[in-house]
């Protein structure tokens, strides 16, 4: 399949629920007020440390990649996350197409939920996801391998519309990790190696960059 020449992965910058989850896994669940549960969390901001991590991350593209023809399409998520990294990216003359085919993973009735909540209402739920994190599905939720299908159709677009073309995508941590499965070809065993890793360099990080050349 025919492919964009250059293609260049951002993941957003941190966000509200970033720092809520952060803070949960520590043992502050303080974040997960009434207020933050009944917004979706494709309304989560970016915090001021999200903000910055965009400008850097703009600045890096810059830099190495230089702006005189900027990029031939630029792709954001839909949610408001993705939507102002990308703004704040400040791609010379951009124009943003967004995909939801990009959206963060749904990961259903855990989604908005404390660390407390989920180990409390979900164990056995969550112990399968230590087995086969490739496969597993939150309760009425959505596996990895799930979102490998919305990526294959990103896929689709990037070979009709962008052939031989410079395009640069902002999205989620894990939607970024099933691009670089299916574009690598990797196999379930090398995911699970790459997943259970505690090395930082093995992880995607807010504002990460990947570049497809």
């Avoid at 957003?12 to 989850?21: D, I, K, L, P, T």
């Avoid at 959206?103 to 259903?108: A, F, K, Q």
């Amino acid at each position: 399949m025919s492919m964009p020449n250059n293609l260049i992965l951002i993941r957003h910058g941190e966000s509200e629920g970033n720092v809520a989850n952060a803070q949960s896994r520590q043992g502050d669940h303080s974040a997960f007020t009434e207020d933050f549960r009944n917004r979706h969390s494709a309304l989560w901001r970016l915090s001021e440390k999200g903000k910055e991590q965009a400008k850097i991350a703009g600045e890096w593209l810059k830099k190495n990649r230089g702006e005189a023809e900027g990029f031939y399409r630029c792709y954001t998520s839909e949610y408001v996350r993705a939507m102002e990294t990308a703004s704040l990216l400040n791609i010379k003359d951009a124009l943003w197409y967004s995909d939801f085919y990009l959206r963060e993973r749904n990961w259903g009735d855990l989604d908005r939920m404390s660390m407390e909540e989920r180990e409390e209402k979900f164990a056995e739920s969550l112990k399968e996801r230590e087995i086969e994190p490739l496969y597993w599905t939150p309760p009425n939720g959505e596996s990895l391998a799930d979102v490998g299908l919305r990526v294959d159709r990103l896929f689709q677009t990037l070979h009709r519309e962008c052939e031989g073309k410079d395009v640069v995508v902002v999205c989620h941590g894990e939607v970024m990790r099933m691009i670089q499965v299916r574009l690598e070809r990797m196999s379930q065993e090398s995911f699970n190696e790459l997943d259970s890793s505690e090395d930082e360099k093995d992880k995607i990080h807010n504002c990460q960059i990947i570049w497809y050349s």
